[in-house]
């Protein structure tokens, strides 16, 4: 299948539009994760023993657990595009 010069150029131009729309999506994810990271390090090391620090950890993934879950309910939630 042969392509112009010209379609070459407009699908690069495309695929370089798609990218640049991406990238706010892409770094509030990196800042979700890093925050992320940062509360996890926090309940474990502000934690006075092994159990209560694990204990923060699993509340915290539970959290998240309800947030994946809310999330994926809205997805599929009538009206949603």
Known sequence: MAVTQAELEAKV???LQ???AARPGVDSAVALITSQ???IADLINNAPDLATAAANVDAFMAELQ???QELADAQVAPGTP
């Open 37 to 39: 990271r940062q509360q």
């Open 18 to 20: 798609a990218v640049t």
């Open 66 to 68: 309800a947030q994946k």
């Open 13 to 15: 131009e495309a695929a």
